[in-house]
């Protein structure tokens, strides 16, 4: 996801506050009214990123006007005689490690309820749980998570670290620490693996130009490499006792029902787990305790599917693949000779690799589930 795309989604999330309190506030059904304060968010918001009008010609837009409504008397029927508010917590929420995008309080003051927005332009039948490195997939199964992206609290001191470049050592001692010494060589596989991307082609002369060439290149290993990550992984999962792991993938799935969903799609498609019988019996059915998980490459990806006595409840594919994280400066309209790139504070050519961002090299996992197949 490059900027822009950033920019659009969080604009959408600030809009969707903002036109949900004011159809409440339409119902007398807002409990604060606070209907101006949204809509100046989200003013603000665009105009200082310079996407208002690309905003509200978008998909974005289309589709949350084509459902307000819908979502807001679904609302008001299941909370009947309540007034409420929604109130967008996004950063903080995230920063606590947790999914909601928004959250709805209430007037009576006893209940706040979290909700993840994912809003799809093309639909969503298939949506994105969550998404990391290969090694803060394995990390997050060990490792005690704190506040923040890709932060962990150190076993001893209780203080945060990133488990990654200078704190590799610090990461080694943890996993023996929490005792789970033999996992450390499937790690440092992958330790390899990231070195041997960075130097073919974050360092080496020969990839200095994204030509179609390197492009060959690229995607074989994001290929070769990608297989080859599965079976680390496999093999770190191996070594871990099946609850935990099972416990944590509930987590970072999101399928232990601690907050709700809400999908928003094409043509006025929308699906809330506040108000959908059929989530909420699937999540039931997850949660149960004669449920078990199990895992296997299937394709390109890592299949973890949970099943009962009657079968297999869901399935979740994680596709592994190497990340550009925009190493090489392609924007959209080539160009010939040099251009001044400020960020780099260099002269490139097109597709030229840019060397501060080009440190960012990396591994990327992303879980996709398929949800309409269930609903």
């Given at each position: 996801?490059?900027?822009?795309d950033?920019?659009?989604?969080?604009?959408?999330e600030?809009?969707?506050?903002?036109?949900?309190?004011?159809?409440?506030?339409?119902r007398?059904?807002?409990?604060?009214?606070?209907?101006?304060?949204r809509?100046?968010?989200f003013?603000?918001?665009?105009?200082?990123?310079?996407?208002t009008?690309?905003?509200?010609e978008?998909d974005?837009?289309?589709?949350?006007?084509?459902?307000?409504?819908?979502?807001?008397?679904?609302?008001?029927?299941?909370?009947?005689?309540?007034?409420?508010?929604?109130?967008?917590?996004?950063a903080?929420?995230?920063?606590?490690?947790?999914?909601?995008?928004?959250?709805?309080?209430?007037?009576d003051?006893?209940?706040?309820?979290?909700?993840?927005?994912?809003?799809?332009?093309?639909?969503?039948?298939?949506?994105?749980?969550?998404?990391?490195?290969?090694?803060?997939?394995?990390?997050?199964?060990?490792?005690?998570?704190?506040?923040?992206?890709?932060?962990?609290l150190?076993?001893?001191?209780?203080?945060?670290?990133?488990a990654?470049?200078?704190?590799?050592e610090?990461?080694d001692?943890?996993?023996?620490?929490?005792?789970?010494?033999e996992?450390l060589?499937?790690?440092?596989?992958?330790?390899?693996?990231?070195?041997?991307?960075?130097?073919?082609?974050?360092?080496d002369?020969?990839t200095?130009?994204?030509?179609?060439?390197?492009?060959?290149?690229?995607?074989?290993?994001?290929t070769?490499y990608?297989?080859?990550?599965?079976?680390?992984?496999?093999?770190?999962?191996?070594?871990m006792?099946?609850?935990?792991?099972q416990?944590?993938?509930l987590?970072?799935?999101?399928?232990?029902?601690?907050?709700e969903?809400?999908?928003?799609?094409?043509?006025?498609?929308?699906?809330?787990?506040?108000?959908?019988?059929?989530?909420?019996?699937?999540?039931?059915?997850?949660?149960?305790?004669?449920?078990?998980?199990?895992?296997?490459?299937?394709?390109?990806?890592?299949r973890?599917?949970m099943?009962?006595?009657?079968?297999?409840?869901?399935?979740?594919?994680?596709?592994?693949?190497?990340?550009?994280?925009?190493?090489?400066?392609?924007?959209?309209?080539?160009?010939?000779?040099?251009?001044?790139?400020?960020?780099e504070?260099?002269?490139?050519?097109?597709?030229?690799?840019?060397?501060?961002?080009?440190?960012?090299?990396?591994?990327?996992?992303?879980?996709?589930?398929?949800i309409?197949?269930?609903?």
């Open positions: 996801m490059d900027c822009n950033h920019y659009m989604q969080d604009a959408a600030c809009y969707w506050v903002f036109i949900v309190q004011r159809e409440l506030k339409k007398d059904k807002s409990h604060l009214g606070t209907v101006a304060e809509e100046t968010d003013d603000d918001y665009c105009s200082e990123r310079d996407i009008t690309e905003f509200c978008s974005y837009k289309k589709n949350m006007d084509l459902v307000v409504n819908d979502f807001v008397e679904a609302l008001v029927n299941k909370f009947p005689g309540r007034k409420m508010d929604i109130i967008d917590v996004e903080e929420y995230r920063n606590q490690g947790l999914k909601g995008d928004f959250i709805i309080t209430f007037d003051d006893t209940e706040t309820i979290s909700v993840s927005l994912k809003n799809y332009r093309g639909g969503y039948d298939s949506i994105q749980l969550g998404s990391g490195t290969w090694h803060s997939f394995i990390n997050n199964f060990v490792l005690n998570e704190a506040c923040g992206p890709g932060m962990y150190d076993w001893t001191t209780g203080e945060r670290f990133r990654q470049g200078p704190s590799l610090q990461r001692s943890n996993y023996v620490g929490l005792n789970c010494p996992i060589d499937d790690l440092r596989e992958l330790d390899s693996i990231l070195e041997e991307v960075k130097n073919e082609f974050g360092r002369e020969s200095k130009i994204f030509t179609k060439e390197v492009m060959g290149r690229w995607k074989h290993k994001c070769q990608g297989n080859k990550g599965i079976d680390i992984v496999i093999s770190a999962l191996n070594k006792p099946i609850q935990r792991v416990k944590r993938f987590e970072r799935a999101d399928l232990c029902h601690k907050e969903l809400l999908l928003i799609g094409k043509n006025g498609d929308m699906m809330c787990s506040l108000f959908n019988d059929r989530y909420k019996a699937l999540l039931t059915r997850v949660n149960n305790e004669e449920s078990t998980l199990s895992y296997h490459r299937h394709a390109k990806s890592l973890m599917s099943s009962d006595s009657e079968g297999e409840i869901l399935h979740i594919d994680i596709p592994f693949t190497l990340q550009k994280n925009g190493s090489w400066y392609l924007p959209k309209d080539a160009y010939e000779g040099l251009i001044f790139h400020t960020k504070n260099k002269h490139l050519q097109y597709g030229e690799r840019r060397p501060k961002k080009s440190k960012e090299l990396s591994t990327s996992t992303n879980m996709w589930f398929r309409m197949k269930y609903l």
